[in-house]
């Protein structure tokens, strides 16, 4: 077959000692970045292009592609040690993975990320390699109606797995939907519930609410009751390794993971917060103790953080194949592109296939050195979570006012930060669950807008909403998801759900 | 701060701390605004116009945040600059900004790009002369992608509709957010017609995936198989341009010296070969000539803002 000979060809090229050195600067900056808040891949290519300019394309696109995936890896490392989410596609990753952390268990839940992310990471640039025009081509058909469908099926199983009481949990959706509303309306360029406040008009930033509701929140309610502080943090309980038992429950995850994010970040409209949700959702249906949700399941963080590593290659597919850029990173690496007059598109793999050939290939290598970099660092790692408990949430603090700041540099953003940490400790000294806030300023703005694109092209017929198969089958899913539980309970395993209520924060 | 983090990583490879100029790209990177000033960090310190350049991106609201903010920071200081261009004269007026162009230096336009109106290659309107019948017919049954609302995109098929004698608050346009997301739609046959910059289709076009219904400059662009509006038979031009601007209050003689170096890098072969690679047109303009123009192009945005129905 011939893509094993250009993959070949392709290997010897980023086996070349240059190409090797790109790769390897670019995943050390790139985990660099990746653990500290506010400084995320985009801006880290954005400042390297002017620098590359003079430099020989095949190594610069090496050593961004490295940056990208070594951010992908060094997000989930602050989500579970210190619960403070630097991207929304680690949000979920601290849900289960910080419980992970503070039960001693932060060493199996770095390294089942981590783990898990490589071999996203591999399987989904194979996939890259072979299946990519297929791919794309199907990620076309989809319309606004199909989009809005997936949101459906996210809203529907998010707010299913998430916390036990459904008015609860709906209270914190609607909060977020709330919040979402915020900013200027991409379809009519009006400001919506921004009261005349310039720093509003682009709504609200996930990672600010992320940040504020996790780190902010739970240091407040720390403060707030020293000594209910009865749950202890053991740095290290048991091994840093991972388990045989770990194992087992590990390599499902990241196999449907992968399934789930790499068609996902293909997708124009999709993207790796998503589907770190829809991984999560499923493990926690496919689990075989979902009591331990919540408590710090450890497929919780395998699924997603594999989903979001695999999605990060699906967002190449459309970009190599069509010179459709659908997050930040990709759209400075089209521009990257650009600067060495290379046009991706359907002509890039016939017209600089070696090119294109050595990148893919040196993605599967800057794979590998992102896991013989970060394994042994995991030991070192979880030594953060030894240092006594005021300092380390002190540290927390500022490592989260830094980031937010880092962002976005103005005092408005600053009191957002504190206004919604205040929030967050609401939530959680009345029970309300945290996440759901935050899923719902994420997928609150996407669902909304697809559903008015479907409905001005069809001129307001909602007909359309479920014309299409894609759509149907996604509604059917969101069906099945809401069913299963309801006849679960009239089995009478309604004591299991109702322990799944634990509150996952 | 993100700057000063990031630069602490990348070490020896990043800007040293002192600056000749501090160019504001008042959008996220990898955007249109953004490109432009990284290409003139790049140029102004390889032709050893400035010692020293650094940019800040200050994202959000058709670069109005990004823009109040450097009212603020950069009165009587001759260092900062700040990227603008059409779309922000448009945001201006839909976000009914505090601060407006008036209330800072403009110094040179630099770049303008055609917009381009596509449909993908198997949908059945041939010509721009079949659109404007589909158009005529029953104007919201054609769908336009394109930018954010109010934009040049947005404008444009406004203008288009103007110029057919269609009611252009009839126009049904899908905005999309930036990136790619409206070429996927335009690709997959979701809508009518596309609107955006001709490089985005460009290679989509060079593959046969798209097909270019017209161009919307002055004159046609050699290598593109398009006509221009006005030769499709509707009276219309309008190019994306962007341009470079200084704080206020500043004396004439730092004006001048400003200008100059801009003179001296748009002048160089280093910008000659990004503009070419970028698929962008030089359109340096200065002085009078160039608040003339921006005094046009900001009425005629406000006139077609209110026939859209965007702005009272």
């Known amino acids: 077959m011939d893509t094993f000979v250009l993959l070949a060809q392709g290997l010897a090229g980023a086996m070349e000692p240059m190409n090797l050195l790109y790769a390897l600067i670019g995943v050390t900056i790139g985990t660099a970045v990746g653990v500290l808040p506010g400084i995320g891949p985009a801006l880290t290519v954005a400042l390297l292009l002017p620098v590359t300019y003079r430099l020989d394309p095949g190594g610069s696109l090496i050593m961004f592609a490295g940056i990208y995936y070594g951010g992908m890896y060094g997000g989930s490392t602050t989500s579970i040690l210190l619960n403070t989410p630097g991207e929304s596609a680690s949000i979920i990753t601290a849900l289960e993975g910080n419980k992970m952390a503070r039960a001693g268990r932060g060493g199996p839940a770095l390294a089942t990320a981590a783990i898990g992310s490589f071999v996203a990471g591999l399987l989904a640039t194979l996939a890259l390699a072979f299946v990519a025009p297929w791919v794309v081509r199907f990620a076309l058909s989809l319309g606004p109606a199909d989009y809005f469908a997936l949101m459906v099926l996210a809203f529907v199983t998010v707010s299913a797995a998430l916390g036990d009481s459904a008015l609860r949990g709906l209270t914190a959706l609607f909060i977020g939907l709330a919040l979402a509303t915020v900013g200027i309306d991409l379809q009519t360029g009006q400001a919506r519930m921004t009261f005349g406040i310039p720093d509003l008009l682009d709504g609200i930033e996930v990672t600010t609410l992320a940040v504020a509701l996790f780190a902010v929140g739970e240091t407040l309610k720390m403060a707030a009751s020293p000594s209910a502080g009865a749950e202890k943090i053991e740095a290290v309980k048991g091994s840093v390794w991972m388990s045989r038992e770990d194992w087992k429950r590990s390599w499902k995850p990241w196999l449907r993971g992968t399934l789930i994010g790499f068609p996902i970040g293909s997708m124009p409209a999709g993207g790796a917060d998503v589907a770190s949700f829809l991984s999560y959702s499923a493990e926690r249906s496919f689990a075989r103790h979902p009591e331990e949700f919540g408590n710090g399941a450890i497929e919780g963080v395998a699924g997603p953080e594999a989903a979001n590593n695999a999605s990060a290659a699906g967002t190449l597919v459309p970009l190599l194949t069509l010179g459709l850029p659908t997050t930040a990173t990709a759209a400075i690496i089209l521009a990257a592109f650009q600067q060495f007059g290379l046009q991706p598109g359907p002509l890039l793999f016939a017209n600089n296939a070696e090119l294109v050939w050595s990148l893919i290939a040196s993605l599967l290598v800057a794979n590998l050195m992102l896991i013989v970099l970060n394994l042994p660092m995991i030991g070192l790692w979880v030594r953060l979570l030894t240092i006594p408990r005021h300092w380390l949430y002190a540290g927390i603090l500022s490592f989260a006012t830094l980031g937010t700041i880092g962002a976005n540099p103005s005092v408005f953003e600053l009191g957002l930060l504190l206004a919604f940490g205040l929030l967050g400790y609401g939530l959680r000294r009345f029970d309300y669950p945290i996440a759901p806030v935050v899923v719902g300023l994420i997928l609150g703005p996407l669902a909304e807008q697809q559903l008015r694109r479907a409905l001005a092209i069809a001129q307001g017929d909602p007909v359309i909403l479920v014309s299409s198969p894609v759509a149907l089958v996604l509604y059917g899913i969101a069906i099945v998801a809401v069913l299963v539980p309801l006849i679960l309970r009239l089995r009478g395993r309604g004591k299991v759900l109702a322990q799944l209520a634990s509150d996952e924060d | ?312």
Do not use: C, K
Request: aromatic fraction near 4%.
């Open chain 2, 1 to 312: 701060m993100r700057i000063l983090l990031t630069a602490a990583f990348i070490g020896a490879m990043a800007v040293p701390a002192a600056a000749d100029y501090t160019i504001m790209a008042p959008a996220a990177p990898g955007g249109g605004w953004d490109q432009t000033a990284r290409t003139m960090q790049a140029v102004l310190r390889d032709e050893g116009i400035a010692e020293s350049v650094q940019v800040v991106n200050v994202p959000g609201a058709g670069g109005t945040i990004g823009l109040a903010q450097f009212v603020n920071q950069a009165r009587s200081n001759p260092e900062q600059l700040i990227v603008g261009g059409y779309v922000m004269v448009g945001a201006i007026e839909t976000n009914n900004s505090p601060v407006n162009l008036e209330m800072v230096t403009p110094i040179a336009r630099l770049t303008g790009e055609q917009l381009a109106v596509v449909v993908p290659a198997a949908s059945e309107i041939e010509t721009m002369d079949n659109l404007v019948a589909r158009l005529r017919e029953n104007p919201g049954a054609v769908a336009w992608a394109g930018g954010s609302a109010g934009g040049a995109d947005h404008i444009l098929a406004g203008l288009i509709a103007q110029a057919a004698d269609v009611d252009p608050t009839l126009i049904n346009y899908i905005a999309f957010s930036g990136g790619g997301e409206a070429l996927a739609a335009i690709l997959g046959g979701q809508v009518t017609a596309g609107i955006s910059g001709y490089s985005e289709f460009a290679s989509q076009v060079e593959a046969g995936e798209l097909r270019v219904l017209a161009l919307s400059g002055e004159e046609p662009v050699e290598g593109v198989d398009a006509p221009t509006l006005r030769d499709a038979g509707l009276d219309v031009a309008l190019e994306n341009w962007r341009m470079v601007l200084a704080g206020p209050d500043l004396t004439e003689e730092q004006v001048a010296a400003i200008t100059a170096d801009m003179e001296a890098m748009a002048t160089s072969d280093s910008w000659q070969e990004a503009l070419a690679a970028r698929g962008w047109v030089d359109r340096f303009l200065t002085g009078e000539e160039l608040e003339q123009q921006l005094a046009e192009d900001i009425a005629a945005t406000q006139a077609i803002l209110r026939d859209i129905g965007l702005v009272q």
